[in-house]
Each structure stands twice: as structure tokens, then as C-alpha cells.
């Protein structure tokens, strides 16, 4: 943990009676609109202050830097510490003086004091980390369906799939079970520690955009909660007739069957003509199902950066869906503890990780290395980029299918 004593750049770990102006600074940053009472609530009750940064200019706070304690699954399905980087902002007064950037070195030394491996985000703006040492890692698609077009081919078993309304609070628990049991199946994912599952239930009208209250629909086998979607319905008529639009808040699904059976629902729904579905994975099932993928409107978007903080505590705790055995010589002005040659040898039950002066098979920096690290990001492509350099050949084709992952990396929702 950090200490509150203020540095020589104003930087100090957030004190609780700061919270209300520490926050309200990070509001302006983003353009000064207020939130709701229930959402300022919720991010006040979820901040922790001892692992959050300010920084002061006097009295005024000009800056604001927060970390969430989460455990990410990691390719094997290892749930590893990280930080969840959050609450990022500078006042428009105070740019350009170098405050973004003494708040991400202090809060990359503090993670690393903390003893996780991992500190990972979302961007507002996609080209402020990488100068931190932040790689994309995940990218995930939005879609616009025709839905008066576009039809489903659903899989044997959905028609077996009951599915039934129920206020969203009600079957919270029932709906957090199922979210919980998909955690380990795909790299990216991130456990919710107590709180976290208030996220999925709020609903300021502002949010709404002129559509309904949360909407929630479970799916069910034998009694058993299969799969959950939340969503809202935006009535709409012109002057060919109704028009409306489903926008999709969550779902989360166990099975094909029970997947399928929510999809189709969503694209039945009476009155509707256009289904949205922002943040879904790359490798989204229902859109193997489509009849036409050319009306799903598709569009991909980065989503979580990583950055390895213990660049060797990172690589061994992830497995790697082939045998590698290849030194890296790893760039990392940024965190230098993790500059310089590490060999790296795993396989699908383990891995190690450490220094060595043995000749590079691999010239990368680190950011490269946190793009690959889930799985999502071909070494590969970024070499073909310009942005891994292979040094002893054969190397490059034996990590980038290491570094894979049979599964998309996602992240399922902000922070």
C-alpha cells in the first residue's frame, strides 16, 4: 500500500474525505456532465482510496488515478492479480506538465510493490497508453442487425430451453452464478468481488435514450438458470409501421442451445426491426447463425490494454497451447526492472519465466508482449507490423502459436 505523504509532483494515495472533489475533478476531465445519484453512489462505494492517487495543485486536485483490485482469467484459466486502472484524468488546466505521466509511473511502482503481475484498462482515447507500456490485448465487436432480414439457424435443443421475465434484482444472484461459471473459460474475463454485480442492474433514465427500463429475460433447463440477457426496447413507428429497437445491455450463456434460444429471442421481439449489440466478443456464436452476416452491421473496437507489471511472474502464470522454448529481449524504458533477456519455456500445463544471457530469439517491447499475452493479438501480425523482430528463425511461428488461445479474449464489461 501507498503512503499519504504528497510527492514533489503534488501526488498522493487519495484520503476518504477527498473522494467527492477527487471525483468531481475526473468528471470535468471527461466534460463535466454529472451522473446520476445511484451511479455516483456505486463508483464511490467501489473505489478504493488506498490503492487511488491524486494530484494536487495546492488544494485543487488536478489529476486522478484509481486501481481496482481484480483477478483476471489468463489463458489455462488461471485467475491472476491485476490492477484495473481506472479513473484517469488531468484538468484541461494542467496539461502537458507531465502529471499523466508521474500518476502511471508511480501507480506501475505501487502495483508492483502490491505484487501483481498485471495492470490492464480501457481507453477513452486508444493512443494514450502505449507510451506507458500498455498493449491492445482484446478487441470486441458491436453489431446493428436488421432483424426484419437477418433470421437464425439455431442448433439442436433450443426449442428445450424455457425462457421467462423477471425483474432484473430478482434473479441477480441466479444470473451472477451463471456469470461466475464462464470466468475460467475465457482469457480476459475478470471475477466480480462483492459490489461489482450492482454494475449490470443500473439504469439512470438518462442512460435510457428515450427506450424502456432494464429488461431482463432468464433462460432455463430443468428448473436450472442457463442464461441471462438484459437489455432495453426503444419503441419507434414510421410511417411504414413500428420500427423499434432492442439494445443489449448483457448475456451470458452455458450451453449452445441456451445461447441460441436467447439470440432468437432478441430477434423476434414484436415491433422491432433492429437489434444493437455493442462489446461482444470476436468470436460471438449467434453470429455463426445469421443468415446474412453483411445486415449485422459489424464493427470491431479495442477493448482491454494490458500492461505487464512483473513481466516474468506474468508469463508463468499463463499456460501456452503449444510447446515454446525462446528468449526474448524484452524493451521497457518505462518499468526497466523488466527490460532486458528472458528465456521462456511452457507448454499447455505450465510455464517458466527468467533472466538469462543466452542470445535473443525474439526482439520485442513490452507493450507488444502485453498485446499478445491473452491470446487475442498474433505475434505474428505484429511482426508483420514491424513490431517484433526475429532474431533466430523459426522462433516468431513457434511463440505466436504459444502465445494463442482457442478462445477470444474478452472483456465483457467497463471499469
Known amino acids: 500500500m501507498g503512503t499519504d505523504t504528497t510527492?514533489?509532483?503534488?501526488?498522493?494515495?487519495?484520503?476518504?474525505?477527498?473522494?467527492?472533489?477527487?471525483?468531481?475533478?475526473?468528471?470535468?476531465?471527461?466534460?463535466?456532465?454529472?451522473?446520476?445519484?445511484?451511479?455516483?453512489?456505486?463508483?464511490?462505494?467501489?473505489?478504493?482510496?488506498?490503492?487511488?492517487?491524486?494530484?494536487?495543485?495546492?488544494?485543487?486536485?488536478?489529476?486522478?488515478?484509481?486501481?481496482?483490485?481484480?483477478?483476471?482469467?489468463?489463458?489455462?484459466g488461471a485467475s491472476v492479480?491485476?490492477?484495473g486502472v481506472t479513473m484517469v484524468g488531468v484538468a484541461a488546466t494542467h496539461r502537458r506538465r507531465g502529471v499523466l505521466t508521474s500518476m502511471m509511473r508511480r501507480q506501475l511502482e505501487d502495483v508492483r510493490?502490491?505484487?501483481w503481475p498485471l495492470a490492464v484498462l480501457t481507453a477513452s482515447e486508444p493512443a494514450i497508453y502505449g507510451r506507458f507500456g500498455y498493449g491492445v490485448a482484446t478487441h470486441h465487436v458491436n453489431t446493428e442487425v436488421d432483424t426484419s432480414r437477418v433470421r437464425l439457424s439455431v442448433p439442436p435443443g433450443t426449442d428445450d430451453v424455457r425462457l421467462r421475465y423477471a425483474a432484473p434484482a430478482d434473479v441477480l444472484d441466479a444470473c451472477e452464478a451463471v456469470y461466475a461459471r464462464k470466468v475460467p473459460e475465457r482469457p480476459g474475463m475478470v471475477e466480480r468481488l462483492p459490489?461489482?454485480?450492482?454494475?449490470?442492474?443500473?439504469?439512470?433514465?438518462?442512460?435510457?435514450?428515450?427506450?424502456?427500463?432494464?429488461?431482463?429475460?432468464?433462460?432455463?433447463?430443468?428448473?436450472?438458470v442457463v442464461g441471462y440477457v438484459r437489455f432495453r426496447v426503444k419503441p419507434q413507428w414510421d410511417t411504414d409501421g413500428p420500427n423499434g429497437t432492442v439494445s443489449v445491455q448483457s448475456a451470458e450463456?452455458?450451453?449452445?442451445?441456451?445461447?441460441?434460444?436467447?439470440?432468437?429471442?432478441?430477434?423476434?421481439?414484436?415491433?422491432?426491426?433492429?437489434?444493437?449489440?455493442?462489446?461482444?466478443?470476436?468470436?460471438?456464436?449467434?453470429?455463426?447463425m445469421v443468415s446474412d452476416i453483411r445486415r449485422c452491421g459489424l464493427r470491431v473496437r479495442d477493448s482491454l490494454h494490458?500492461?505487464?507489471?512483473?513481466?516474468?511472474?506474468?508469463?508463468?502464470?499463463?499456460?501456452?497451447?503449444?510447446?515454446?522454448?525462446v528468449v526474448l529481449e524484452v524493451e521497457d524504458a518505462f518499468c526497466p526492472w523488466n527490460a532486458g533477456r528472458w528465456r521462456l519455456s511452457g507448454d499447455t500445463k505450465g510455464a517458466s519465466c527468467s533472466r538469462t544471457t543466452e542470445r535473443a530469439d525474439l526482439v520485442l517491447s513490452v507493450r507488444e508482449l502485453g498485446a499478445a499475452y491473452l491470446g487475442g493479438v498474433s505475434l505474428g501480425s505484429l511482426?508483420?507490423?514491424?513490431?517484433?523482430?526475429?532474431?533466430?528463425?523459426?522462433?516468431?511461428?513457434?511463440?505466436?502459436?504459444?502465445?494463442?488461445?482457442?478462445?477470444?479474449?474478452?472483456?465483457?464489461?467497463?471499469?
Open 306 to 325: 494490458v500492461r505487464l507489471v512483473d513481466l516474468g511472474a506474468a508469463l508463468e502464470a499463463r499456460t501456452y497451447q503449444a510447446p515454446v522454448d
Open 253 to 288: 450463456a452455458l450451453d449452445p442451445a441456451a445461447h441460441a434460444a436467447l439470440w432468437r429471442f432478441l430477434f423476434d421481439i414484436d415491433l422491432t426491426s433492429t437489434l444493437v449489440a455493442r462489446g461482444r466478443p470476436m468470436d460471438e456464436p449467434w453470429l455463426q
Open 7 to 76: 510527492d514533489a509532483a503534488g501526488l498522493r494515495v487519495l484520503r476518504a474525505d477527498e473522494w467527492d472533489q477527487w471525483y468531481d475533478s475526473l468528471l470535468r476531465a471527461f466534460g463535466g456532465v454529472a451522473e446520476s445519484s445511484e451511479e455516483r453512489e456505486l463508483w464511490h462505494a467501489l473505489t478504493e482510496c488506498d490503492r487511488s492517487l491524486g494530484a494536487w495543485d495546492g488544494d485543487v486536485c488536478v489529476g486522478s488515478a484509481g486501481a481496482f483490485s481484480f483477478r483476471l482469467t489468463v489463458p489455462g
Open 195 to 224: 459490489g461489482w454485480e450492482r454494475l449490470g442492474l443500473l439504469d439512470p433514465e438518462s442512460d435510457r435514450g428515450g427506450a424502456s427500463p432494464l429488461q431482463c429475460v432468464v433462460a432455463e433447463r430443468d428448473g436450472e
Open 113 to 115: 510493490a502490491w505484487g
Open 81 to 83: 492479480p491485476a490492477a
Open 383 to 415: 511482426a508483420a507490423a514491424g513490431r517484433v523482430r526475429e532474431v533466430r528463425r523459426g522462433a516468431l511461428a513457434e511463440a505466436a502459436v504459444a502465445f494463442g488461445s482457442w478462445v477470444a479474449p474478452w472483456l465483457p464489461h467497463g471499469f
